[in-house]
């Protein structure tokens, strides 16, 4: 589409060019119909998804059984009745009165999923569509920890998750509890379990899997897609989720200074969530060192050359 419309563009101002040489009023026609140029700004709107809004719910509330819906809005879903086994269940808050400890669990979702077009909020939007993962201290049922509809293609905005435990006293708190949070939303994006696998953090279980999702393809639990029993949760979050296209902030305070004749220190500062895509060293101008994804935010390069 966006390619299309770029096609059409260049065609027109071909054709002023062209309509230019034979025909001054034909030509004003033409720069008309260029500089109109609606569909520039229509397809910059399709081309730029919205993110899909990912309502981190700390706040608990009533959710009621429904047959195989699962909606955010209303706070209705299948899982209610099918997993928890009752027509409705009220949830308490967690972390209330703790927002650093909500805070870092939001922060650890942005990270896992900063290369993909979702946001994440603590409060529930007023309108749109949005997926609501439910965080809450009650044990809803001791032999889980969570629970998502495998939403496969991501084929929903409503989708409902849920993570339970949620006390600071449980031994899940805080890293395990964060990456399960992030590990139902990849099912409610529509990746399953891999098995055997630590590289990804659809490991089963869980517990002992990556803090990323796997740009490998690996062997699945169950399937998506009926005769091909294996996942590249990136290349699937990417279908289902789009890249994430805004630009991050870019780091402050870089600062360099010497520590030896071929040492040089280096330090910035950036959200938890930034890297840094590469350094370069310059003496006089002339490149004596670089590196491709240095461990911010701060490090010594001890590998200069001698003075040149
Ligand atoms: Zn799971």
């Known amino acids: ?7 059409a563009v260049v065609a027109g101002l071909a054709l002023t060019a062209c309509m ?3 025909d001054a009023t034909q030509a004003d026609d033409a720069a008309e119909e260029v500089t109109d140029e609606p ?3 229509e397809v910059s709107q399709e081309v730029v998804a919205p993110p899909h809004t990912v309502y981190v719910n700390f706040g608990g509330g009533t959710f009621t059984d429904c ?6 809005a209303s706070n209705r879903s299948w899982v209610v009745g099918t997993v928890f086994k009752k027509s409705s269940i009220t949830l308490g808050a967690a972390f209330a009165g703790l927002p650093a400890r909500r805070a870092s669990i939001m922060s650890y979702l942005r990270h896992v999923y900063y290369k993909y077009n979702v946001q ?3 409060s529930r939007p007023a309108s749109g ?6 965080v809450t201290p009650e044990t809803i049922r001791d032999d889980l920890s969570g629970y998502s509809p495998i939403d496969c293609g991501n084929a929903s905005r409503m989708d409902i998750a849920f993570v339970w435990n949620a006390k600071t006293s449980d031994p899940l708190y805080p890293d395990q509890l964060a990456k399960l949070v992030a590990h139902e939303l990849g099912h409610s994006f529509g990746l399953e379990h891999v098995v055997g696998n630590a590289a990804d953090l659809m490991l089963a279980g869980g517990r002992d899997a990556a803090h990323t999702f796997s740009t490998s393809t690996l062997l699945e639990a169950n ?3 009926p005769g091909n029993p294996r996942q590249d949760g990136h290349a699937r979050l990417v279908a289902g989720l789009g890249h994430q296209t805004a630009a991050p902030p870019a780091p402050t305070g870089p600062f360099g200074g010497p520590v030896s004749w071929n040492q040089v220190w280096l330090n910035w500062s950036a959200p938890s969530s930034q890297i840094v895509a590469g350094y ?3 003496r006089n101008g002339v490149v004596v060192s670089w590196q491709p994804n240095p461990v911010g935010p701060g490090f010594v390069d001890a590998n200069l050359p001698e003075s040149n």
């Open 1 to 7: 589409m966006k390619l299309g419309v770029k096609i």
């Open 20 to 22: 230019a040489e034979d």
């Open 39 to 41: 569909d520039v700004s």
């Open 67 to 72: 047959d195989a819906c699962s909606l955010s």
């Open 120 to 122: 994440f909020v603590e």
């Open 129 to 134: 569509n949005y997926t609501m993962v439910v």
């Open 223 to 225: 399937r998506c897609e």
């Open 280 to 282: 370069i060293v310059r």
